[in-house]
């Protein structure tokens, strides 16, 4: 790979960011914002997209609660970040014990905020803005080694999508 796809890879991804937990608006979203807010932080990552049906199959599976008066909180939309990411590499069903898993161990403020820090942390790593891994955090769990593991999974498809599009934009030229 040249150091100018290397580059235009990297700049692609280098202001990737996902809003931390207070961050997220905690005035309720009706579903069609709550889409548009979190796809419009995920769309520097192209091929990870969030749809109002998807979403209304998963409340409709248990990802999610119900909405409260068709409004979406912030715990609600945090669960949806991850669930926009982990499905690119995990079936629902396996999305769903995630999530009980995660429920029992970690308040949903300290597990998103977790994985936003983790996600940015191994996509720049794996795209090649960084050269090490941080380690986030400071308790070594089970659940965090899973995390890290699904991340790191999604961060290589992500590569593996932006890599593919050059060659498709180089075959086109």
Request: glycine share 2%.
């Amino acid at each position: 790979m040249t150091q100018k796809v290397k580059e235009e890879i990297a700049a692609s991804i280098a202001a990737f960011r996902l809003p931390r937990y207070e961050e997220i608006p905690d005035v309720g979203l009706y579903l069609e914002q709550a889409v548009k807010y979190i796809s419009e932080y995920l769309e520097p990552l192209e091929d990870i997209t969030l749809t109002t049906s998807m979403v209304s199959n998963y409340v409709k599976k248990g990802l999610l609660p119900s909405p409260v008066k068709k409004q979406y909180g912030r715990e609600q939309i945090a669960h949806l970040f991850f669930i926009a990411v982990a499905k690119t590499v995990m079936s629902i069903e396996d999305i769903r014990i995630l999530l009980e898993l995660q429920r029992r161990t970690y308040k949903s403020q300290r597990a998103y905020d977790y994985f936003a820090l983790e996600f940015e942390n191994v996509l720049r790593y794996v795209l090649g803005i960084k050269e090490n891994l941080d380690n986030i955090g400071v308790d070594a769990t089970d659940e965090k080694e899973i995390l890290r593991n699904i991340i790191i999974t999604v961060a290589h498809k992500v590569y593996l999508d932006k890599r593919v599009a050059i060659l498709h934009e180089e075959e086109k030229e």
